[in-house]
């Protein structure tokens, strides 16, 4: 018996050392997480990332946030004009990770865009760059409906336009 066993006994160590490493990788991330303008998150995968969105809408009106990925779902969020609100989470092994939102407000219409994707949000040497805290002002402007705010003075917004799409 303990002869057949014997696969099963190395498939176990192989499963445990995976993990181990699974596990160390999440550290690391975290370690990185405390180290100012590391910028490097990009390369590791499980990277934290934090997004907020905040209210910037041109009438002063409340924004209306619906935002969701294929495991989480926020439920309809009301943002208070200059009011900031966000979601805290981990880019998945396979940097698949997407959040969608839906974005109305009075006079505002009603628009839809991915608050974060990790092609684009983490993706090393990207443009925009990667974020580890990804702020994101929303209806400052009809040309520039959505922005992304550098960390660092001095650098200007990315900005994109909505992805209503057909
Ligand atoms: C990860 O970092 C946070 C602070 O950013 C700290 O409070 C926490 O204890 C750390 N976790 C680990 C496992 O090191
Ligand atoms: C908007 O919020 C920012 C940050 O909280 C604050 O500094 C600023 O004074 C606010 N602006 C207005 C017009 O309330």
């Not at 939102?101 to 006079?107: A, E, I, L, V």
Request: proline share 7%.
């Amino acid at each position: 018996m303990a002869f057949t066993d014997k696969p099963h006994l190395i498939l176990f160590f192989m499963m445990s050392s995976t993990l181990i490493l699974f596990v160390s990788v999440i550290d690391l991330s975290n370690a990185s997480a405390e180290t100012p303008s590391s910028g490097g998150d990009g390369f590791l995968p499980l990277a934290k990332k934090h997004v907020l969105i905040r209210n910037k809408v041109r009438n002063k009106q409340i924004l209306n946030v619906h935002c969701k990925s294929s495991e989480d779902d926020f439920g309809m969020v009301h943002i208070p004009w200059n009011g900031t609100w966000g979601f805290r989470f981990h880019v998945n092994f396979w940097k698949t990770t997407k959040y969608h939102c839906h974005f109305t407000w009075y006079k505002g219409g009603s628009h839809y865009f991915y608050i974060f994707k990790a092609s684009r949000d983490d993706k090393p040497f990207g443009d925009p760059p990667v974020c580890k805290e990804c702020i994101w002002d929303v209806g400052r402007s009809d040309e520039n409906p959505i922005c992304r705010i550098p960390h660092e003075m001095g650098y200007l917004p990315y900005c994109f336009k909505w992805e209503d799409g057909p």
